[in-house]
């Protein structure tokens, strides 16, 4: 159950940073959602762009990362992601005296298919529901090599090689194409925080996060858990 603020707002159990900038004063949260077995996600989020930050004198910048850190322990059920990224990977951190983190996976996305914009009460379907269609386990016992492949067919009127090579130094919505992955995990350790990694991205100066949808659950952590 998410907190209450002092002014009675409710708190969220989790934050959300980036290694790459938020364009337009939107903020990294806006492209999160996040959902418990007891509480469903919050509205649709409104997406992000962000953008790559200066390089420095070896002509190196950060890869592109969204972390979101969580208010306690969590075990991780299902990600989803879709951006503009063709391929993302998964890290955690199991404890929050360390400033590392673990590999879990990399997910290899599909041409992510257009839907029609939900209206009125159509927008309140569970949104788990919604991030089903297409899922791959993940195990912790999986080897550091593996690889998650969600593919969506594509349309033959869907010319995404045209629509990749029309990339606006804005990274907007429909000037490319996206992808989307929804990988579901099973008996992978509880963490304190969620790294995704965004990787071959259509713009390298550039990424377009529509959403990355996290469905886990908090558990009762000891002191030796978040060491």
Known sequence: MEESGSGGEAVRPWTAT?????????AVEDAVSFETSDEDAEESPAGVVLTRPDTDEDGDAPPCEVTVSFRGMYEIHRVYVRSTARIYEIYHSTNTKSAGKDYLCTVRCGLATKEPQPSGEESNASTSEKHEHEMKS???????????????PESPNNTSESKE?????SCQDNNLAHYEATAEMTDVSPCVSLTVRLL???????????????FADPVESTNDDLQ
Do not use: M
């Open 138 to 152: 993940i195990s912790s016992s999986s080897s550091d090599d593996s690889w998650v492949d969600v593919k969506i």
């Open 200 to 214: 071959s991205l259509q713009s390298k100066t550039s990424v377009h996060i529509e959403e990355i949808y996290i």
């Open 165 to 169: 090579r029309n990339v606006a130094g």
């Open 18 to 26: 980036s290694t790459w900038a938020p364009a337009g004063g939107a």
